[in-house]
Nanobody, 116 residues
């Protein structure tokens, strides 16, 4: 069992930056980690994913390419989402998910609000 805890959300002005953290209670070495977001009235969508350390590839939604960066620190069992040049449409609850061939774990989410 792996517990995930997100942090780093908050209120930021358009053009600002935030760094979200997804801290795991155990090793995430063999897990793919994804960041998802859900805006009010919308379905949850994948924002970025980083594969397990053995291959460690990244992929991003078109809407965040060039602005968001996902990274992982396996020594700290933590995955980060650096968000730059934030826009009002980035406002959502951001959640992380750890997945492997047989298991899937979700965090509780952190609110990001981009507003002037």
């Amino acid at each position: 069992q792996v517990q995930l805890v997100e942090s780093g959300g908050g209120l930021v002005q358009p053009g600002g930056a935030l760094r979200l953290s997804c801290a795991a209670s155990g090793s995430i070495f063999s897990f793919d980690i994804g960041w998802y977001r859900q805006a009010p009235g919308e379905q949850r969508k994948l924002v970025a994913v980083i594969t397990s350390t053995s291959v460690s590839r990244t992929n991003y939604a078109d809407s965040v390419k060039g602005r968001f960066t996902i990274s992982r620190d396996n020594a700290k069992n933590t995955v980060y989402l650096q968000m730059n040049s934030l826009k009002p449409e980035d406002t959502a609850v951001y959640s992380c998910k750890a997945s492997s061939a047989f298991r899937e774990y979700w965090g509780q989410g952190t609110q990001v609000t981009v507003s002037s």
